[in-house]
């Protein structure tokens, strides 16, 4: 079985930072994208920043030079640095992780690229 398990979320004002986790288990698969995707009240889930087995990363434009997404297979955790947040990062952060991905062939649509695997969410609340 597998399972992804978010933590770090939390509010903060807007410039501040936070440090998503996802620690995940029973993953094996040696060709696979993870993902972070957010959703917030009354809106739909969309992709935030993606990384592969090979390490190769993909940002939405709305985060990009402020997110960065990494992975330690050590601790089988993939992070997510959230830099300079804004209001309007106040979302529920979810990971997700897919098979048979790579991200130059991934979009950052929850429902595309076999995203199968999702972990509860943490949430990011950001004041201005």
């Known amino acids: 079985q597998v399972q992804l398990v978010e933590s770090g979320g939390g509010s903060v004002q807007s410039g501040g930072s936070l440090r998503l986790s996802c620690v995940v288990s029973?993953?094996?698969?040696?060709?696979?994208?993870m993902g972070w995707f957010r959703q917030a009240p009354g809106k739909e889930r969309v992709g935030v920043a993606l990384i592969d087995s090979d390490g190769s990363t993909k940002y939405a434009n709305s985060v990009k030079r402020r997110f960065t997404i990494s992975q330690d297979n050590a601790k089988n955790t993939l992070y997510l640095q959230m830099n300079n947040l804004k209001p309007e990062d106040t979302a529920m952060y979810y990971c997700a992780a897919a098979d048979g991905c790579t991200v130059v062939a991934a979009t950052f649509d929850p429902g595309a690229n076999g995203f199968g695997y999702w972990g509860q969410g943490t949430q990011v609340t950001v004041s201005s």
């Open positions: 029973g993953y094996t698969s040696s060709n696979y994208c």
